[in-house]
């Protein structure tokens, strides 16, 4: 009995943050960078080595812990259409086209 309430309670705690996911795909199948906020203002960016291209399409998860953060996801150096979108606990909030280059942006309640 103690263990199940035990796994009851960090099931809770782990589900108390917000997770967002982030997309990114192009015609051309890779982008030369790919950047993404993490939580309390961090960045995350690959390739991390320089001449690397990132397979697309592509994604990541993040849980955002704390509230009113922005989520932003950019990649640039895609050849042709490229698109992004930011998915917030499984609904899209946020989309966007553009030409080699693209950057989505949803804040985090």
């Known amino acids: 009995?103690?263990?199940v309430v035990a796994?009851?309670?960090a099931i809770i705690f782990v589900g108390g943050g917000?997770?967002?996911r982030y997309e990114i795909?192009?015609?051309d199948g890779n982008a030369q960078i790919i950047s993404w906020a993490t939580d309390n203002g961090g960045?995350?960016?690959i390739p991390r080595t320089q001449g690397q291209k990132v397979e697309t399409p592509w994604s990541?998860?993040?849980t955002f812990q704390a509230a009113d953060q922005v989520a932003a996801v950019a990649t640039d150096g895609a050849t042709g259409k490229v698109s992004c979108r930011i998915f917030l606990n499984g609904r899209q909030?946020?989309?966007s086209t553009g030409r080699?280059?693209?950057l989505c942006q949803a804040l985090v309640p």
């Open 1 to 3: 009995m103690v263990v």
């Open 7 to 9: 796994l009851t309670v």
């Open 18 to 20: 917000r997770k967002v």
């Open 25 to 27: 795909e192009s015609v």
């Open 43 to 45: 960045v995350s960016r």
């Open 60 to 62: 990541a998860t993040v």
């Open 93 to 95: 909030v946020a989309e």
């Open 100 to 102: 080699q280059d693209v």
